[in-house]
């Protein structure tokens, strides 16, 4: 954000050398993956193949320049009220202004919050111990505060630009070219690195249902997007290791007992410009950094499966309640993705909208209702 009004004063504290070699580093290797460019398609209007190789074989793939300036501001300006309605500290019900806060009231839990570049999951048993290695946890600034949110879950209920971001034509277009024309909703959020107080996520994988799974493949636990606002930088960005996503569970601790240190040898950064959007298998091993730099990073999360990944799955225990994924479940939770794309169609009324497949016969409108129908939808996310 050009007219942030804090400077930063932090670093990396010991670990900066060696932090400043290894961004510098990882980025060399990104670059060499040939794994970026726009999102393409073939003569017969299929993703090119070109892209659906290089994923399978990364993991991930940076579409480059997917959103437009025009919105971009919208996401920025939801982005900022989002900030400004915060609740003043955890479990106040009030924000900055003495307004009724973001999520308060709301049944499932949407704000999770850090001390300024924590670490809150590696290392504990927390999100089912998924995160086995604490990361390095630099100093804050002296003024900075007790916490800070970091990750907003059910972002859709909360940003008009999110949701249409979810119906863009050209990334479903890949979501069905992956996990089918059928495939199925996960879940949505905002990930935020403040400068100077970002939280580090732990190395982890995705995924807690398939990995025993006779059906286990690279794909069955679907993959992410991540649509970048202001872009991201080897220091504020997600990290990945390369082709893990094929590689079954690992056991990372033993990778960074191994490397003798957190800064994974293999790994390289995301790097993208403001406007390029991700495409992150979930099961890839991944993670991000306490945020020391000068620079804000805001992704716009977003994640599908294949439905044979979710029908009849016992999911759930980490982001709602336990339960058996029906047909039934399935097309509620997929509501919001025809208000998404109505809600699209609206804003960006020059594009031919996407078609989502199960949703033949029926309409969706994108209005006041259908607004206050996104209340708590996250509920009902397909947690696999
Ligand atoms: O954005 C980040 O820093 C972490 C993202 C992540 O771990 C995820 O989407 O699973």
Known sequence: MGDSPRAVAVDYGSEEAAMRAYCEA????????????????????????????????CGFY????????????????????????????????????????????LEATTLYWARPLGDPFGGTDLAGGRHPVKMFEPAAAADAPKEVVYLILGSLQFSDAALRVYAHPQ???????????????????????????????????????????PDWDEGVHGFNFMAQLYGCTPANGVWVVPGSHRRGKVDIRAMVAAAG???????????CQPGDVVITNRQVVHGSFAN????????????FHRRSSVLGVKGGGLHNAPAVYDAARIDARSRPLGYAIDAR????????????????????RWDAAAKAALRDYNLLDLSI
């Open 261 to 271: 240190t957190e800064r994974l040898p293999d790994a390289v950064p995301l790097v």
């Open 292 to 303: 020391t730099s000068a620079d804000w990073r805001v992704t716009v999360n977003f994640g």
């Open 345 to 364: 169609r609206q804003r960006f009324p020059h594009e031919t909208p996407f078609v989502y497949r199960p949703h033949a016969g029926q309409t969706f």
């Open 171 to 213: 990334l479903l277009a890949v979501a069905a070219a992956i996990n089918g024309d059928d495939f199925a909703p996960f879940n949505e959020g905002l990930f935020i690195k403040e400068p100077g107080r970002g939280a580090s996520v732990a190395w982890h994988q995705d995924g807690l249902t398939h990995w025993d799974s």
């Open 62 to 105: 940076v579409f480059e320049g997917v959103l437009q300036p025009d919105e971009l501001a919208d996401i920025e300006a939801d982005f900022r009220d989002i900030l400004d309605r915060l609740p003043v500290e955890r479990d106040a019900l009030v924000d900055r202004r003495g307004r009724a806060a973001l999520g308060v009231g």
């Open 26 to 57: 990882g980025a060399r290797r990104a670059f060499a993956l040939g794994n970026r460019g726009p999102i393409r398609f073939d003569a017969a209007g299929r993703v090119h193949p070109s892209i659906l190789e290089a994923y399978g074989r």
